[in-house]
């Protein structure tokens, strides 16, 4: 596509509950990031995808947090159990993940709110 | 422990004026810095810079990279309302992760 999608673009939860949030990259980017953003708050790196190597986990705030992308293009971040200081807005993004001088290109995010 | 440091987390200032946002840096592998400006929900790209001394500009926005002293620093000349937005600054290090800042609220009033 021309540009980072994700879905939904709002969610609101029941505390408990599990979520699952889509991000489609930009076609041919072979990296993807997820982060998250509190209110007021800078960007929290959650994982990070290069390719079919092994996914960078070490952002991953809990075992309740998992993430998987298939096939090297979609990707969806699990929630499972919701809490309340789960909530914030989602980021996704993506670049040539290859080189390290390639910018990475974000979607308008997912905003979680969980009740 | 890498990390990026932003300042001032926060300006507010007159339209027209000139700013300068700060960035350092301590990270392993450091490869490029790229400026970030994030008005609602989506941080869009401003620059990356890799070398030093080399100037990025784009019209009222122009950036510039220390890989000695590990700072850059984005300025905006003729401030407009229109400016007012979060600026972030991220590091990439190697082929991987970005880091980002906590990045700063710039606030243009008229």
């Known amino acids: 596509g021309a540009g980072v999608s994700q879905s939904p673009s709002n969610k609101v939860t029941e505390k408990g509950k599990d979520v699952e949030l889509r991000c489609d990259p930009i076609?041919?980017?072979?990296?993807l990031y997820w982060y998250r953003q509190s209110l007021g708050q800078g960007l929290e790196f959650l994982i990070y995808?290069?390719?079919?190597?092994?996914?960078?986990k070490s952002g991953l705030p809990s075992d309740r947090f998992s993430a998987e992308r298939t096939g090297g293009s979609v990707s969806t971040l699990t929630i499972q159990r919701t809490q309340q200081e789960d909530s914030a807005v989602y980021l996704c993004?993506?670049?040539?993940?290859?080189?390290?001088?390639?910018?990475?290109?974000f979607g308008q995010g997912t905003r979680l709110t969980v009740v | 422990e890498d990390k990026v440091v932003q300042s001032p987390l926060s300006l507010v200032v007159h339209e027209g004026d000139t700013v300068t946002l700060n960035c350092s840096y301590e990270?392993?592998?450091?490869?490029?810095l790229l400026w970030y400006k994030q008005e609602k929900k989506a941080p869009t790209f401003l620059f990356m810079l890799?070398?030093?001394?080399i100037e990025k500009k784009s019209g009222r926005l122009s950036s510039i990279l220390d890989k000695k002293e590990l700072f850059s620093i984005l300025n905006i000349t003729a401030t407009q309302t229109g400016d007012s937005a979060i600026y972030l600054c991220?590091?990439?290090?190697?082929?991987?992760?970005?880091?980002f800042g906590q990045g700063t609220r710039l606030t243009i009033n008229p």
């Open positions: 993004a993506s670049s040539f993940g290859d080189r390290g001088h390639a910018e990475a290109f």
């Open positions: 076609s041919g980017h072979t990296a």
């Open positions: 995808f290069q390719g079919n190597s092994a996914p960078d």
């Open positions: 990270v392993t592998n450091f490869r490029s």
């Open positions: 890799t070398s030093s001394g």
């Open positions: 991220a590091v990439r290090q190697g082929a991987q992760k970005l880091v």
